[in-house]
C-alpha cells in the first residue's frame, strides 16, 4: 500500500486494469448465477414434493463448472477467447468456430467494469477501504444486469453486501461509523417495505420485490443512513425515465412491471463518487446555505 501512496497513479492504474478481469468474470456470474438459482429451486422443489415427480436438475453447474461454450454450436472457449475486450475484437464479435455472433455486451460490461473501477481508486485514492469499494462496484454491477436480465435480485448477493457493509464499519475500515451503518441498514430495509405494503394496502398489486429492500439495505450501510433520502430520489427519477422508456421500447403498458433494482444501484454508485458534491450543491445553492 506504501508504494500506491507514493504513486496513486499506480494504484489508479492497477483498478483499471483489476476492473477489465474481474468483468471477463462478472459476465459469467450475471449469466450463471440466474441459472443456478434455478436449479437450486427445482432441486428442493423435487425433494419436499416427490408426489409432484418434479424432474431435479442434472450434472453439476456452478460458476465454474461447465466450461463455457458457444450457445450455438457448444464449442468448448479457448484461453485465448476469455482475453477481456481483446479476444472479442479479435474474433470480430463472432464464434471461431462457427461465427454465430457474440453480443457486444460483454466486452461492454468489462470496459464498464474497468471505468467505474478506475474512478472509485481515483476518487478514493490508496487504501483498504477503496479496495472494499472496488469490490462493492463489482456487486452492484452484477445485480444490476442479473436483475435487467430477470427481475430478480439474487440474496447471494445483496446479503453479503449489507453485512459486509456493517463489518466494515464495526472493524472501522469504513469512515462511516457502527451507528449510521446499522441505522442506514435498517431504514433502507424499512422505507421501501413500508411504500411496498402501503401499496399493495391499496391495489392489492405488489410494485417491487424484497430484493430491492435488501439492496437498499446495503446501500444503507456501505454508505450510511444520510445518503438514503438522495438513493431514494435520484433512483426515482432515473427509473421513472427510464423506466418508461423501456416499457415503450418492448411496447409494453405502463402498468406492466420493469426492474427497479438497477436504477437503486445507479443511484448509490452516484451518491458514493459524487454524494458530497451534490449536498453541498443543493444546500449551498438551493437553500441558500
Same mark, same amino acid.
Given at each position: 500500500?506504501?508504494?500506491?501512496?507514493?504513486?496513486?497513479?499506480?494504484?489508479?492504474?492497477?483498478?483499471?486494469?483489476?476492473?477489465?478481469?474481474?468483468?471477463?468474470?462478472?459476465?459469467?456470474?450475471?449469466?450463471?448465477?440466474?441459472?443456478?438459482?434455478?436449479?437450486?429451486?427445482?432441486?428442493?422443489?423435487?425433494?419436499?414434493?416427490?408426489?409432484?415427480?418434479?424432474?431435479?436438475?442434472?450434472?453439476?453447474?456452478?460458476?465454474?463448472?461447465?466450461?463455457?461454450?458457444?450457445?450455438?454450436?457448444?464449442?468448448?472457449?479457448?484461453?485465448?477467447?476469455?482475453?477481456?475486450?481483446?479476444?472479442?475484437?479479435?474474433?470480430?464479435?463472432?464464434?471461431?468456430?462457427?461465427?454465430?455472433?457474440?453480443?457486444?455486451?460483454?466486452?461492454?460490461?468489462?470496459? %464498464?467494469?474497468?471505468?467505474?473501477?478506475?474512478?472509485?481508486?481515483?476518487?478514493?485514492?490508496?487504501?483498504?477501504?477503496?479496495?472494499?469499494?472496488?469490490?462493492?462496484?463489482?456487486?452492484?454491477?452484477?445485480?444490476?444486469?442479473?436483475? %435487467?436480465?430477470?427481475?430478480?435480485?439474487?440474496?447471494?448477493?445483496? +446479503?453479503?453486501?449489507?453485512?459486509?457493509?456493517?463489518?466494515?464499519?464495526?472493524?472501522?475500515?469504513?469512515?462511516?461509523?457502527?451507528?449510521?451503518?446499522?441505522?442506514?441498514?435498517?431504514?433502507?430495509?424499512?422505507? +421501501?417495505?413500508?411504500?411496498?405494503?402501503?401499496?399493495?394496502?391499496?391495489?392489492?398489486?405488489?410494485?417491487?420485490?424484497?430484493?430491492?429492500?435488501?439492496?437498499?439495505?446495503?446501500?444503507?450501510?456501505?454508505?450510511?443512513?444520510?445518503?438514503?433520502?438522495?438513493?431514494?430520489? +435520484?433512483?426515482?427519477?432515473?427509473?421513472?425515465?427510464?423506466?418508461?422508456?423501456? +416499457?415503450?421500447?418492448?411496447?409494453?403498458?405502463?402498468?406492466?412491471?420493469?426492474?427497479?433494482?438497477?436504477?437503486?444501484?445507479?443511484?448509490?454508485?452516484?451518491?458514493?463518487?459524487?454524494?458530497?458534491?451534490?449536498?453541498?450543491?443543493?444546500?449551498?445553492?438551493?437553500?441558500?446555505?
Amino acid at each position: 500500500m506504501e508504494v500506491f501512496e507514493l504513486h496513486p497513479w499506480l494504484f489508479t492504474t492497477f483498478a483499471v486494469i483489476f476492473g477489465l478481469i474481474i468483468g471477463s468474470f462478472l459476465n459469467v456470474v450475471i449469466h450463471r448465477l440466474p441459472i443456478i438459482m434455478e436449479r437450486e429451486w427445482r432441486q428442493e422443489c423435487a425433494d419436499s414434493f416427490p408426489e409432484y415427480k418434479i424432474t431435479p436438475p442434472e450434472g453439476v453447474y456452478s460458476l465454474s463448472i461447465p466450461r463455457s461454450t458457444c450457445p450455438k454450436c457448444k464449442t468448448q472457449l479457448r484461453l485465448i477467447d476469455n482475453i477481456p475486450v481483446l479476444s472479442w475484437l479479435f474474433l470480430r464479435g463472432q464464434c471461431h468456430h462457427c461465427e454465430n455472433k457474440i453480443s457486444a455486451r460483454y466486452p461492454l460490461i468489462e470496459l %464498464l467494469t474497468a471505468l467505474m473501477s478506475g474512478v472509485v481508486a481515483y476518487s478514493f485514492g490508496p487504501s483498504y477501504f477503496t479496495i472494499a469499494l472496488v469490490l462493492f462496484t463489482f456487486v452492484l454491477i452484477s445485480a444490476t444486469f442479473i436483475d %435487467l436480465d430477470t427481475m430478480l435480485l439474487p440474496d447471494q448477493l445483496t +446479503l453479503p453486501l449489507v453485512w459486509s457493509g456493517i463489518a466494515l464499519a464495526l472493524f472501522q475500515i469504513s469512515p462511516i461509523s457502527l451507528q449510521d451503518a446499522v441505522i442506514g441498514a435498517i431504514a433502507g430495509y424499512l422505507c +421501501l417495505w413500508s411504500v411496498y405494503w402501503g401499496f399493495k394496502l391499496l391495489t392489492g398489486k405488489e410494485g417491487m420485490g424484497y430484493g430491492d429492500f435488501k439492496l437498499l439495505a446495503a446501500l444503507g450501510a456501505w454508505l450510511g443512513w444520510q445518503y438514503l433520502p438522495m438513493i431514494i430520489l +435520484l433512483s426515482s427519477l432515473v427509473g421513472l425515465v427510464f423506466g418508461i422508456i423501456q +416499457l415503450r421500447l418492448q411496447k409494453k403498458g405502463i402498468d406492466k412491471a420493469f426492474p427497479f433494482g438497477p436504477y437503486l444501484a445507479i443511484a448509490g454508485w452516484v451518491a458514493l463518487i459524487w454524494g458530497e458534491s451534490i449536498m453541498s450543491w443543493y444546500f449551498g445553492s438551493v437553500m441558500g446555505i
